[in-house]
T-cell receptor, first 113, second 113 residues
């Protein structure tokens, strides 16, 4: 079954404690991206990756890092989380950047206290 | 700039038609999408339309695109309680090399029995 898997689904952490949200896809997609969803704002792109070892900033990259060492995995790293990073995070993948059929993960609800 | 706007809430009775509206600003939009988000779930692609099309129909869903007015709508015929969800309009543009999807704020559809 084609899917994008994120872990964890829910996470409560404290300010400053480094965390990683994992994302894995099984469709051999080249393009992967991270979005955050906040009430009244829709989804905003954090980072994206066109292929292995090719990553770039989206609209709201501050406070986040990513890596793309393998095609299937695209982890999101928060080196020093802050309360304003409390949000619902989605990983997405598609065959290429045209996104005609983007698949989204189930979401990770992060709370930073 | 890039902006996508949707009304935030729509309530209909079961069996009625629902029409969710969306406006966008970027005239270089190439694809326009409708995503559905059920509670606690990720985003599911419902349908998409290429910018040179006026209409697309898929079972109970009809997408209308007015490119002159930059207006997109999603009509759901015979709305069911299972259609209750948040619906996101999104666009991707030829002017962007990032593959970013630009999302509206989401419209919460409430279907009353």
């Amino acid at each position: 079954e084609a899917q994008v898997t994120q872990n964890p689904r829910y996470l409560i952490t404290v300010t400053g404690k480094k965390l990683t949200v994992t994302c894995s896809q099984n469709m051999n997609h080249e393009y992967m991206s991270w979005y955050r969803q906040d009430p009244g704002l829709g989804l905003r792109q954090i980072y994206y990756s066109m292929n292995v070892e090719v990553t770039d900033k989206g609209d709201v990259p501050e406070g986040y890092k990513v890596s793309r060492k393998e095609k299937r995995n695209f982890p999101l790293i928060l080196e020093s989380p802050s309360p304003n990073q409390t949000s619902l995070y989605f990983c997405a993948s598609s065959y290429n950047r045209r996104n005609t059929e983007a698949f989204f993960g189930q979401g990770t609800r992060l709370t930073v206290v | 700039g890039e902006d996508v706007e949707q009304s935030l809430f729509l309530s209909v009775r079961e069996g009625d038609s629902s029409v969710i509206n969306c406006t966008y600003t970027d005239s270089s939009s190439t694809y326009l999408y409708w995503y559905k988000q059920e509670p606690g779930a990720g985003l599911q692609l419902l349908t998409y339309i290429f910018s040179n099309m006026d209409m697309k129909q898929d079972q109970r869903l009809t997408v209308l695109l007015n490119k002159k007015d930059k207006h997109l709508s999603l009509r759901i015929a015979d709305t069911q309680t299972g259609d209750s969800a948040i619906y996101f309009c999104a666009e991707s543009t030829s002017s962007s090399n990032t593959g970013k999807l630009i999302f509206g704020q989401g419209t919460t559809l409430q279907v009353k029995p």
